[in-house]
C-alpha cells in the first residue's frame, strides 16, 4: 500500500518541471484521485512561490482524467509583487492536461480588520469525544474509489447510495489519513476525500466527478496537527439537470482552517419504466 507521502512525492527535472508517480491503489474511477492530483500541484506551487509566502488559494480544474503513472508537472508563474505570487501548474500525460491549477500565496499582512471564522456544529475536536462519534465508512472494494482505503471517514449521517431525503445533502463528519502524511499537501489530500454533498441521496451507486474545485486557506494548521483528525461539514448550494454546487468547511482543532467550493456531475438517471 502506497503511503500519501509517496504519492505526493516530487521530483524536480528541470528549471520549471517536475514529475510523479501516481499509484495505482489512489485511484478514482478511470482517473487518480482529484486530492492527490491538487496535492501535487500544491506542492510545487509552495515550492515556486518561496517559503516565505504562504499559500492562500488553490483553484483546481481536471479537464481529462489521470491514469496511474508518470506524470509530468510544469509551473509558471502568472505574476508576482511585493505580497503574493500567482502560479499555474499542470499535470500531463503523454501530452494531454490532466490537472491545472492555480495557486495564490501570500505573506502576511498588517490589518486591523479581523472576522473569525464559523465555529463547528461539534465542538469535539475528535469522534470519540464528540456527542455523536459517526460511523466508519467501510473500504467495500468495487462500490467505493480505490483511494479510500487509505482515509479514515466517519460519518455523522446517512452513508453514500442509501436513498436519503434532504438530510442527504449535507455531510458532517470527521477524518484522517491512515497512512503518513504530513505538510499543506496533507491537508489538501483529506480536504478532497469526501464525496459530492448529495451522493446520500441517490438510491444506489452513481458515479460523480469534480469539474472544478477552489480551496481557501483561511488559517495554517499548526505542525503535526494534519496527521490527526479533521472535522468536515459540507453543505449543497443547488442541486439540478446533473450539477451540484457546493461549500465545505474544514476544522483542525476546533479552528477554520479552509474553506472550499465545488462544482460536481452526478450521474444519477431515473428509473425508466
Same mark, same amino acid.
Given at each position: 500500500?502506497?503511503?500519501?507521502?509517496?504519492?505526493?512525492?516530487?521530483?524536480?527535472?528541470?528549471?520549471?518541471?517536475?514529475?510523479?508517480?501516481?499509484?495505482?491503489?489512489?485511484?478514482?474511477?478511470?482517473?487518480?484521485?482529484?486530492?492527490?492530483?491538487?496535492?501535487?500541484?500544491?506542492?510545487?506551487?509552495?515550492?515556486?512561490?518561496?517559503?516565505?509566502?504562504?499559500?492562500?488559494?488553490?483553484?483546481?480544474?481536471?479537464?481529462?482524467?489521470?491514469?496511474?503513472?508518470?506524470?509530468?508537472?510544469?509551473?509558471?508563474?502568472?505574476?508576482?509583487?511585493?505580497?503574493?505570487?500567482?502560479?499555474?501548474?499542470?499535470?500531463?500525460?503523454?501530452?494531454?492536461?490532466?490537472?491545472?491549477?492555480?495557486?495564490?500565496?501570500?505573506?502576511?499582512?498588517?490589518?486591523?480588520?479581523?472576522?473569525?471564522?464559523?465555529?463547528?456544529?461539534?465542538?469535539?475536536?475528535?469522534?470519540?469525544?464528540?456527542?455523536? #462519534?459517526?460511523?466508519?465508512?467501510?473500504?467495500?472494494?468495487?462500490?467505493?474509489?480505490?483511494?479510500?482505503?487509505?482515509?479514515?471517514?466517519?460519518?455523522?449521517?446517512?452513508?453514500?447510495?442509501?436513498?436519503?431525503?434532504?438530510?442527504?445533502?449535507?455531510?458532517?463528519?470527521?477524518?484522517?489519513?491512515?497512512? #503518513?502524511?504530513?505538510?499543506?499537501?496533507?491537508?489538501?489530500?483529506?480536504?478532497?476525500?469526501?464525496?459530492?454533498?448529495?451522493?446520500?441521496?441517490?438510491?444506489?451507486?452513481?458515479?460523480?466527478?469534480?469539474?472544478?474545485?477552489?480551496?481557501?486557506?483561511?488559517?495554517?494548521?499548526?505542525?503535526?496537527?494534519?496527521?490527526?483528525?479533521?472535522?468536515?461539514?459540507?453543505?449543497?448550494?443547488?442541486?439540478?439537470?446533473?450539477?451540484?454546487?457546493?461549500?465545505?468547511?474544514?476544522?483542525?482543532?476546533?479552528?477554520?482552517?479552509?474553506?472550499?467550493?465545488?462544482?460536481?456531475?452526478?450521474?444519477?438517471?431515473?428509473?425508466?419504466?
Amino acid at each position: 500500500m502506497t503511503s500519501f507521502e509517496e504519492a505526493a512525492a516530487v521530483t524536480r527535472t528541470g528549471d520549471a518541471t517536475w514529475t510523479a508517480t501516481l499509484p495505482p491503489d489512489w485511484g478514482q474511477g478511470r482517473t487518480t484521485f482529484g486530492g492527490l492530483q491538487a496535492a501535487l500541484a500544491t506542492t510545487v506551487g509552495a515550492e515556486v512561490a518561496g517559503p516565505e509566502r504562504r499559500v492562500r488559494t488553490l483553484d483546481v480544474g481536471f479537464p481529462a482524467p489521470l491514469a496511474a503513472g508518470p506524470v509530468e508537472i510544469a509551473a509558471e508563474v502568472l505574476g508576482s509583487g511585493r505580497s503574493t505570487t500567482q502560479v499555474q501548474v499542470s499535470l500531463r500525460q503523454d501530452g494531454v492536461l490532466g490537472c491545472r491549477a492555480y495557486v495564490v500565496a501570500g505573506i502576511d499582512r498588517a490589518s486591523s480588520i479581523a472576522v473569525p471564522g464559523p465555529v463547528p456544529s461539534s465542538p469535539a475536536d475528535a469522534p470519540d469525544s464528540a456527542d455523536d #462519534p459517526g460511523t466508519e465508512l467501510p473500504y467495500l472494494e468495487g462500490l467505493v474509489p480505490v483511494f479510500t482505503q487509505h482515509v479514515d471517514q466517519r460519518w455523522c449521517g446517512p452513508f453514500p447510495f442509501t436513498g436519503a431525503g434532504p438530510e442527504g445533502s449535507t455531510i458532517d463528519g470527521w477524518c484522517r489519513h491512515r497512512t #503518513p502524511a504530513s505538510g499543506l499537501a496533507a491537508v489538501v489530500g483529506i480536504l478532497d476525500a469526501w464525496p459530492p454533498t448529495v451522493l446520500s441521496m441517490a438510491s444506489g451507486p452513481s458515479p460523480a466527478s469534480t469539474v472544478r474545485w477552489s480551496a481557501h486557506f483561511v488559517e495554517p494548521v499548526p505542525p503535526g496537527a494534519e496527521k490527526g483528525w479533521f472535522r468536515y461539514e459540507a453543505r449543497t448550494v443547488h442541486a439540478a439537470a446533473g450539477y451540484v454546487t457546493s461549500y465545505a468547511r474544514l476544522y483542525s482543532g476546533g479552528r477554520l482552517v479552509v474553506w472550499s467550493e465545488q462544482l460536481n456531475m452526478v450521474y444519477d438517471p431515473r428509473p425508466t419504466g
